[in-house]
C-alpha cells in the first residue's frame, strides 16, 4: 500500500479480517495482506484451516477466532489493549509475514509454477 491507503492502514492499532466459512478455499481476504505490510496485529474470523488461518498460525500474527461471538472478539481486542507483550508479538510475526508474503515474491512464485508446468 502507499500514499493516504497505507497512513490509514497503519493507523490502526489492530486489523480484523473476515472471512466466511463458506468462502474458504475460494478467496483470501485481500485486507489480510495489507495488514502485515503494515505490521498490525490481526484478528481473524474465520476458519483456522484456510489460507489466512494457517498464516496466522505459522506467524504468530494474531489470533484466529473460529466462533463468530461478539464477547470472545471483544476480549481478544481488549487483550492486546491491556497486554503490550501480545500486540509486540503479534506485531513482530506480522512484520515477519510481510517479509515472506508481498507482491514481489508472489509474482516469482507464480512465475516458478509457469515455468515448471511450460516445461
Known amino acids: 500500500p502507499t500514499g493516504h491507503y497505507q497512513t490509514i492502514l497503519s493507523s ?3 486489523h480484523l479480517v473476515t472471512l466466511c466459512p463458506d468462502y ?3 478467496l483470501v481476504p485481500c485486507n489480510f495482506y495489507s495488514s502485515l505490510v503494515v505490521g498490525r ?3 481473524y474470523l ?3 484451516e484456510s489460507e489466512v488461518g494457517q498464516v496466522m498460525e505459522s506467524y ?6 473460529e466462533k463468530m461471538d461478539a464477547q470472545i472478539l471483544v476480549n481478544s481486542i481488549l487483550d492486546y489493549r ?8 503479534a506485531q513482530e510475526g506480522a512484520v515477519n509475514a510481510s517479509q515472506d508474503f508481498n507482491p ?3 509474482l516469482e512464485q507464480w512465475e516458478d509454477l509457469i515455468f515448471k508446468i511450460a516445461k
Open 12 to 14: 490502526g492499532d489492530i
Open 24 to 26: 474458504q478455499g475460494l
Open 41 to 43: 496485529p490481526i484478528v
Open 46 to 48: 474465520g476458519p483456522k
Open 60 to 65: 504468530n500474527c494474531g489470533v484466529v477466532l
Open 82 to 89: 491491556h497486554n503490550g507483550e501480545a500486540w509486540f508479538t
Open 104 to 106: 514481489t515474491s508472489s
